[in-house]
């Protein structure tokens, strides 16, 4: 079946800081790959997607480059503020999913001032 | 961007009695929507399938009969927890599948807070 693996967090970065999530997958098929962010208290607001190979998904300074090869899309963002402190989860869904989407366990990012 | 509204946002209720949450795509017509239960510090379970028209399609140890879904308009897909005991407060969370357009997004609701006492 379909799986998510994310980088375990909590991740603390100091503002300005370069970030990445990592995260890979194993699907049969073509999936299609997202990354969703969740603020405390909130539901899942959908950051940026890529729906086949070679794309790159990009949002708020956000990007995410779906690689076949290496089964990964990588979160990156190259000055993270404040702001940006979350839960981000990588999901998948399609290769016979049935549009399911399966999910990452979530990466907590913290951003001090 | 496309729109997912879930009603209530927080609601309290006593232990025995049933409670309602409404999903509504507000922007498109979503065939197929899914309820997610998610635990503190944890990531999301998927409860079941809301198809429009039809039964909806539960997970592996998810009680049906607990946990009612309906899906009778192509914008609205409800979940009533019934007989609710504290074990079911959690967090709530609904999606739906733009299937317009390419990728079949799948855009998520707020969330809704259940307590049970």
């Known amino acids: 079946g379909n799986s998510v693996t994310q980088m375990e967090g909590p991740v603390t970065l100091s503002e300005e800081a370069f970030l990445t999530i990592n995260c890979t997958y194993t699907?049969?098929?073509?999936?299609?790959l997202f990354w969703y962010v969740q603020y405390p208290g909130e539901g899942l607001q959908l950051l940026l997607k890529?729906?086949?190979?070679?794309d790159k998904g990009s949002n708020k300074g956000f990007e995410a480059t779906y690689r076949k090869e290496t089964t990964s899309f990588h979160l990156e963002k190259g000055s993270v503020q404040v702001s940006d402190s979350a839960v981000y989860f990588c999901?998948?869904?399609?290769?016979?999913?049935?549009?399911?989407?399966?999910f990452g366990k979530g990466t907590l990012l913290t951003v001090n001032p | 961007g496309a729109v997912v509204s879930q009603h209530p946002s927080r609601v309290i209720c006593k232990s025995g009695t049933s409670v309602k949450i409404e999903c509504r795509s507000l922007?498109?017509?979503?065939?197929?929507m899914f309820w997610y239960r998610q635990f503190p510090k944890q990531s999301l379970m998927l409860m079941a399938t809301?198809?429009?028209?039809?039964?909806?399609?539960?997970e592996q140890g998810v009680e049906k009969d607990k946990f009612l879904i309906n899906h009778a308009s192509l914008t609205l897909s409800t979940l009533t927890v019934t007989s609710a005991h504290p074990e079911d407060s959690s967090f709530y969370i609904c999606?739906?599948?733009?299937?317009?357009?390419?990728?079949?997004?799948?855009?998520f609701g707020e969330g809704s807070w259940l307590t049970v006492v």
């Open positions: 999606s739906a599948r733009d299937e317009a357009g390419s990728g079949n997004t799948i855009y």
């Open positions: 809301s198809n429009e028209g039809s039964k909806a399609t539960y």
């Open positions: 999901a998948l869904y399609g290769g016979g999913s049935n549009y399911k989407l399966t």
């Open positions: 699907a049969t098929g073509y999936p299609s």
């Open positions: 922007d498109f017509q979503a065939t197929t």
């Open positions: 890529a729906t086949k190979a070679d």
